[in-house]
């Protein structure tokens, strides 16, 4: 229930609703998993410890709700996507950038873990619902 995976494996779901995809070939999804795993080890190095570390408090805050917590992850992608440099998609970069900075976070601190990744999840299917529904059609 709610696995974090990383290996392209599909055994979690998308909490605030299906993602509405039609039944796909595991296989494909496999290889995009694999290419968005090879890409965020690409941006793992370049992301600052700073930057985590802020993210870190902004989650550590009890008061910030997960909205406010999801829209300053939103200018962290944002001014992480102007940095670093890349030949990719914008919103490929992005995702990717969302999900090496939440590996990031709950390896800093594992007992985030479960508002981290709510967090994640919702920021995603807001920012690339559409983008990922496309990106596992194709």
Do not use: C, W
């Not at 992005?94 to 390896?107: D, Q, R, S």
């Amino acid at each position: 229930d709610d696995e974090l995976q990383t290996d392209g494996n599909r055994s979690g779901h998308f909490r605030n609703g299906d993602l509405g995809l039609a039944p796909t070939n595991e296989e494909v999804i496999r290889i995009i998993a694999a290419q968005l795993a090879e890409i965020g080890d690409q941006f793992d190095k370049e992301i600052q410890e700073r930057v985590v570390n802020g993210l870190v408090q902004h989650f550590l805050n009890e008061n910030l709700s997960n909205e406010e917590i999801s829209r300053h992850m939103s200018r962290v992608v944002r001014e992480l996507i102007q940095a670093i440099p890349s030949d990719m998609e914008q919103e490929k970069a992005m995702l990717v950038l969302a999900m090496v900075l939440t590996k990031k976070i709950v390896n800093t601190v594992p007992s985030l873990l479960r508002r981290v990744f709510d967090t994640t999840v919702n920021y995603m299917n807001q920012q690339f619902h559409n983008y990922i529904v496309e990106m596992v059609s194709a």
